[in-house]
């Protein structure tokens, strides 16, 4: 499967509606039309409207097509709070991270009067298309979590494999990822890893086979882990990499991106709804895809 292919998953009979903070960007303007073509949503752009209008018209998006509402907020971290209560107050269904901090976004998500939590951990999960292997690999917690407890790594497993299921990836395998794949007390994120593996193991953790730790080349080569006489049900054949701190899982995300040529889509999960979270440099195509990666999981709800 292809990022592109989820375009074609998304229902649009039930057309949702996507809420975009600070909407004045080329490549956020750009993958709203895209998502017009495709018919895949409609929206509600907020942000200062002369903007809006003026980047519009630069990357040709038609403003008076009845599928795009404007809201007038000329202050930057009140368009982040006006996208989330038109989604906690039932008219939107989706928020979109448009040219914006992403703190901003997320904190207004986390607002305890208006926000969207639902007494879960919210994580950040990453789709990659990676040239060359033949199905997606997930990444997380590369936009939200710090540096998360064990209890918190065990529900940003679980947000994962809500998005893998979406993706109709069943059982998906997760790897915990370390420096080494042994338990080593010096290296905390390998007692964590071996700690979710058996919470995996006793049903604490469900719909997925975790085995950890791992290192990163022991989760996606099967000849790097036969070298290393590794036998996992994991090894070599990753669908999720967890990671232990949000610096490994950004430069990760990064170095697919940048070195590997691969193709992204990113969002929150975990929340009463999706939250399209993409990092302010990647492109249209991009935020196209993370767009129908969050209508996709909106259904899943
Ligand atoms: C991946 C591509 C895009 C990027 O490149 S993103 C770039 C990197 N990302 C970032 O800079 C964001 C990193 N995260 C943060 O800055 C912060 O953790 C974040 C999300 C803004 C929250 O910070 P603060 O608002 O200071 O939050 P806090 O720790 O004081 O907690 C306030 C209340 O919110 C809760 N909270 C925080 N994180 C949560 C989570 N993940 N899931 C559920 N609840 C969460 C927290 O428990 C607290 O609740 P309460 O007030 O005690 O009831």
Known sequence: ???QDILKKVDRKSKKRVAVAQAADKEVLTAVKHALEYDLANFLLVGDENEIQQVAEIVGVDLSDGRIELKHVPEQSLTATEAVKSVSEGYSDVVMKGQIDTKIVLKAVLNK????RDGKVLSHVAVFEVPNRDKFILLTDSGMNITPTLEEKAQIISNSVKVAEGLGINMPKVAPLAAVEVVNPTMPATIDAASLTQM????????CIVDGPLAFDNAVSFEAASQKGIQSDVAGQADILLVPAIEVANALYKSFVYFAGAKVAGVISGAKAPIVLTSRSDTAESKLYSLALALLTSEEK
Do not use: A, F
């Open 1 to 3: 499967m292809k990022l």
């Open 200 to 207: 995996q193991k006793r049903g604490q953790i469900k719909d």
């Open 113 to 116: 009067e208006y926000g969207l």
